[in-house]
């Protein structure tokens, strides 16, 4: 069965450093979402991405973040400059389609912690 | 805005009894529901979705959920959990006019035990 694989499992950075989380959707899907949850808080929506552009992104999603679906394969999301605060969960998930009624397909999640 | 509330963030069972993960949302335009599974080290899995239609809906596992909306509930249920069942379950919605995105409760940890 296909399935969302992210990179790596776990992360662990120095406050300042710059981070990539790595994704890579089903192959014929063509939306792409970011979620992370904090820990003991709510999975909370980051970013959808479509035709290589944001479709839409959350007042967390500021400055600092960026993502990038550089080959065709992978989806990206870039931290730039880490801050405690982001120490997360970080999800990654794909549709095939944009439609409210769509199954989002996630990823099993990259642990990020920043000390 | 929207907002999704799950009343428990934990829930211990034994083995065999029914379970109820209760699911509140607000919302003042209509929303589709979602409840979502993830087990230990793996990633979210759709367990049961509501769009429109019948208000009690099935989904995998022996899971079901029925939607409430005059309480704006969404309560998942299943008569007899296993071990297996063991996870952390997520309420959702998601709105008609805003794509895909997804608005998660807090999540509640099913803990099954023998």
């Known amino acids: 069965e296909p399935e969302v694989t992210q990179t790596p499992s776990h992360q662990v950075t120095q406050m300042g450093q710059e981070v990539i989380l790595r994704c890579v959707p089903i192959?014929?899907?063509?939306?792409f979402y970011w979620y992370r949850q904090i820990l003991g808080q709510k999975v909370e929506f980051l970013v959808s991405f479509y035709n290589n552009e944001i479709s839409e992104k959350s007042e967390i999603f500021d400055d600092q973040f960026s993502v990038e679906r550089p080959d065709g394969s992978n989806f990206t999301l870039k931290i730039r400059s880490t801050k405690l605060e982001d120490s997360a969960m970080y999800f990654c998930?794909?549709?095939?389609?944009?439609?409210?009624?769509?199954?989002?397909?996630f990823g099993q999640g990259t642990r990020l912690t920043v000390v | 805005a929207q907002s999704v509330t799950q009343l428990d963030s934990q829930v211990p069972v034994f083995e065999e009894a029914p379970v109820e993960l209760r699911c509140n949302y607000s919302s003042s335009v209509s929303v589709y529901l979602f409840w979502y599974v993830q087990y230990p080290n793996q990633g979210l899995q759709l367990l049961l979705k509501?769009?429109?239609?019948?208000?009690l809906v099935k989904g995998i596992n022996g899971f079901e959920a029925e939607f409430n909306k005059s309480q704006t509930s969404f309560h998942l249920r299943k008569p007899s959990v296993h071990i297996s069942d063991t996870a952390e379950y997520f309420c959702a919605v998601s709105v008609w006019n805003q794509g895909g995105k997804l608005i998660f409760g807090q999540g509640t940890e099913l803990s099954v035990k023998p």
């Open positions: 509501y769009l429109s239609g019948s208000t």
């Open positions: 998930a794909s549709s095939i389609d944009r439609g409210v009624r769509t199954e989002a397909f």
């Open positions: 192959s014929n899907h063509l939306y």
